[in-house]
């Protein structure tokens, strides 16, 4: 008999230029997961950093046999950065959280539980601590995404999910579509759910996103969800004879 070494947890962070915060989330995410006494593995996804990045990354994976690294060539953006963690990816739950640390590890039990009754759990923000601009882009964003994309998702900009891994299979990715992933997923039958998380201030690295990245260039990526979503085939067969 084959004995199955998977994970239980594959926790998928995708990264650019964030080296003085990559020590201190692994150390964070280690002490959760050992509290909650499942296995797991950690994969960060180096999305082209032109920092220090990969060198901590590599640091940490010399005392950590769990972490993984997956290193791009070169910023390919953040969709094609969480696809190659889940085609990495061997846990049975799959969670995605920013490296920025502003998304608490402590939250994932929190995930864990809710994801035995949903196939998504998306993290939801209730408290920001960011700039007041960052928050009102925020609210105009997600008011727009659910507006066009005719879903509920309150705060889809938020990282922190959980996913079943065999959902993420029916994920059909191009470039933009990390800000819809609920809604995909919800096109194609599963069921999503929303819990109350923290977001924490940063403390180190800055922001990657402003009003023109969040808004305007995620516009043309609405427009194409919202086609997909009302050109989706949906039939019933009520007999089929041979």
């Known amino acids: 008999m084959i004995k199955n070494n998977n994970p239980y947890i594959s926790i998928v962070i ?15 995410v280690k002490k959760t997961m050992v509290k909650i006494g499942k296995s797991y593995e950690l994969i960060f996804v180096d999305d082209g950093c032109i920092d220090g990045s990969y060198s901590v990354l590599r640091e940490i994976s010399m005392d950590n046999s769990n972490v993984k690294i ?5 910023n390919y953006g953040q969709t094609a ?6 085609k990495a990816a061997r846990g049975d739950v799959v969670i995605t959280m920013d490296a920025d640390m502003q ?18 759990v998306c993290g939801w923000r209730f408290k920001r601590n960011d700039p007041f601009i960052k928050r009102i882009s925020s ?8 507006k066009l994309s005719k879903d509920i998702i309150i705060d889809t900009g938020c ?10 299979n ?12 609920p809604t995909l997923l919800r096109m194609e039958g599963f069921s999503v759910a929303e819990i109350k998380v923290n977001h924490l201030p940063r403390r180190y690295g800055k922001t990657k996103y402003n009003i023109r990245n969040r808004i305007f260039r995620s516009f043309i990526d609405l427009l194409a ?15 089929e004879d041979r």
């Not at 950065?81 to 889940?86: I, K, P, R």
């Not at 029916?170 to 992933?181: E, P, Q, S």
């Open 159 to 168: 990282s922190l999910k959980a996913y079943r891994r065999d959902c993420l």
């Open 225 to 239: 969800v919202r086609w997909m979503r009302e050109r989706r085939l949906d039939y019933e067969i009520i007999e």
């Open 14 to 28: 995708p990264l650019y230029n964030e080296e003085e915060n990559l020590l201190p989330i692994t150390v964070l």
């Open 170 to 181: 029916r994920l059909k990715l191009f470039d933009g579509m990390h800000r819809f992933f």
């Open 81 to 86: 950065a969480f696809d190659a963690g889940f």
């Open 70 to 74: 997956i290193r791009f060539r070169r």
């Open 103 to 120: 998304n608490d590890p402590k939250d994932i039990p929190a995930l864990l539980e809710k994801i035995e009754e949903y196939d998504v």
């Open 139 to 146: 609210k105009i964003a997600n008011y727009v995404r659910n």
